[in-house]
DNA sequence: CGGATTCTTGAAGTCGCTCAACGAACGTGG
DNA sequence: CCACGTTCGTTGAGCGACTTCAAGAATCCG
């Protein structure tokens, strides 16, 4: 399963942020080049190989990390040692916000594939932030960010049946990775169904129906963990909250049960 | 239900940070006199009546808001209209930190009772940034802990069953009271069951059932949304994934699925 | 190749949901 | 003050979705 964690490893040189392909969605999006200088100054990029910890659970904070490429996910465990996945990361995506406030992280974070990470630690981050207002901003943008995204999937956990959630799942992948240039339709899922499971609440089992149901009714192909998204179109509809008919159709959802707002005159 | 927004209520003169009983709790923690003079210079208090929103998904963001007394809910609705309740927030609590980065709000963030809340314009409060760092920590500090305060929820909904995420709900708001000087062992439920089932990711009339449940094994009293915690030593053991038994004793939990880390020689 | 891990599929069980009815509390107006 | 409507909360019966348990197939990797 997962290794001892790898934090430490060597760094490999030369990071240029400069030249990151995804600068765009990391901390330095809208800096000027001088500036972006300054943020390469305290960086250091360190591989961290598969299955092995960024950190864990209750270790000191020092650093976030910004993932330069590969693929992360975040988890908690309960007193039990069941998981919560409470997120899979990738490439130009921040770690460690939560650990700001105790000084410990409060999650794991565990590589998914060999990757690499841009390593920022946080008290010359806080220096910079005096010197580079637009980096502060950026910060902040980010970190609400990390808060809207964590709403989203409570919404997911909290009120949506299993297809739908998986439905929510794929597409949420896809927008990310077209928003990094790759392909939407068609996509490597880096996480086992048990992170998947973890991650969306429901057992690897109900994964793995979710997977046959959604490639019998041509939603989607997938062997070997490599997705192509066949019919968007009922993925969508049906993360709207559509509900699949034994058909292979689509029906609408029952009401909801919340009464709808009364609008003041 | 719930009535049309009443942001922009009259001010209420005046307000003084510096005596104000959840300092302690706020951006304010930790700063020096002359600096909490310059953030009360940023701030206006308003009410906000019971049922009135604060603010609504979509509404640009302008400020964050410091809950002075009472209790607010904050909830997102999906498209069937259902909502998922992402908190229930206290004195001390910030609100609106969601809506930095898209530059609107959301969220829905709905007073529970007549309140008062701190309006802290974020423009000003950056520009407090670059003179009071300390302020800045606080604010980073606050963000973080709103991260670590879902990822909690996200473990609640996604791996917990109904009784279990009741005992949770009940022993972080005991908790949240004790911090702010009140009984832990007896108070108000401000929110309604619907708005607890909406929280905890289930029906209403399952909320109903725990609180029958509870209260006949002798766990809780509860009249009226006046709650008294008779039992906590039996709720956390609840909390911590024992499952309760027909003879109102509990049993050790069923072992988790996730396999035990391998740690390495 | 062989063992371990990951994934799939089936059958049975259970928890929480749905639907329905009723009771209690609240507040509004007569 | 009481009648009334409305909202809120409780309770029961039946059902369905997801889990649990169990076994087997596919894949990975040394």
Known sequence: ???QHGAGQAPVPPNRCAECRFAGMCLLRGLEPVEVALFDGIVRRHRIGRDMYLYRIGQPFTSLYAIHFGHFKTAQVDRRGAQQVTGFAMSGELLGLDAIAGGRHACDAVALEDSEVCEIPFARLQE????IPHLLQQFHCMMSQEIQREQA??????NMRAEQRFACFLLNLSERYAQRGYSPVSFQLRMSRDDIGGYLGLTIESVS????KFRNNGWIRLDNRKLEIVDRASLEALAGGMRSAPGAGLQPPPPSRTIPLRVAA
Chains 1, 2 share one sequence.
Do not use: D, I
């Open 1 to 3: 399963m997962c290794k």
């Open 153 to 158: 999937l409570m919404l997911v956990l909290g």
């Open 209 to 212: 129906r979710l997977v046959a």
């Open 128 to 131: 910079l932030f005096g010197k």
